[in-house]
């Protein structure tokens, strides 16, 4: 089993809904979690970090984190075509973040006009 | 301020041939580390640094080198050029693990 898992879709969307993506990872004992966003032939760009259980939010974005169900899940509102993009969540690759990061395979967002 | 700059952008190799990318970062990060990215694969860890001549392996490591003389860069060595080699790469790094890594815009290498 892959320490994080993705669905790839692709996830199709009009303009302006709420948008879900989830990861659900294997270890209860991953504690940092991030969320990046990947334009086609691009970087992958840093949205947001988390840490443990509960919500963080910035603007329209908002990470949460479940560890009882061992969920992670970025919520968009007010969604653009801006926002298309693959959408990547990933933890510290041994727990911190020091020695890297473990990434899931992506979900492939599309916001339609 | 650059942020992370990887360079080449593109570069085409031959079996056998060896190369080196290179990654310099100006954001005094301690963390970096090296990715490749496969269609259906995602991001995977190659090799990582926590400080300036302190490297070691990540996830998929056979096939490259990695050394670190200074803060700034973190350059990775193809040894021997392989097809199964062709991707893009990205380097990162980051201050603090747990707050995330900044990524370059990678070099996208094809081994023929």
């Known amino acids: 089993q892959k320490e994080v898992e993705q669905d790839p879709g692709p996830l199709s969307v009009p303009e302006g809904a709420i948008v879900s993506l989830n990861c659900t990872y294997s270890?209860?004992?991953?504690?940092?979690f991030m969320w990046y966003r990947q334009y086609s032939r691009k970087g992958p760009e840093l949205l947001m970090y988390?840490?443990?259980?509960g919500n963080k939010e910035d603007g329209r974005f908002t990470a949460q984190v479940d560890k009882s169900s061992k969920y992670i899940s970025l919520f968009i509102r007010d969604s653009q075509p801006s926002d298309s993009a693959t959408y990547l969540c990933?933890?510290?690759?041994?727990?911190?973040?020091?020695?890297?990061?473990?990434f899931g395979k992506g979900t492939h967002l599309i916001i339609q006009p | 301020n650059a942020g992370v700059t990887q360079t080449p952008k593109f570069q085409v190799l031959k079996t056998g041939q060896s190369m080196t990318l290179q990654c310099a970062q100006d954001?005094?990060?301690?963390?970096m580390s090296w990715y490749r990215q496969d269609p259906g694969m995602g991001l995977r860890l190659i090799h990582y640094?926590?400080?300036?001549?302190?490297?070691d392996q990540g996830e998929v490591p056979n096939g490259y080198n990695v050394s670190r003389s200074t803060t700034e860069d973190f350059p990775l060595r193809l040894l021997s050029a392989a097809p199964s080699q062709t991707s893009v790469y990205f380097c990162?790094?980051?201050?603090?693990?747990?707050?995330?890594?900044?990524f370059g815009s990678g070099t996208r290498l094809t081994v023929v």
């Open positions: 990162a790094s980051s201050p603090r693990g747990d707050y995330g890594y900044t």
């Open positions: 270890n209860s004992a991953f504690q940092y």
């Open positions: 988390t840490y443990s259980s």
């Open positions: 990933a933890k510290g690759h041994s727990g911190g973040g020091a020695d890297g990061l473990t």
């Open positions: 954001m005094n990060h301690e963390y």
């Open positions: 640094s926590v400080g300036a001549g302190i490297t």
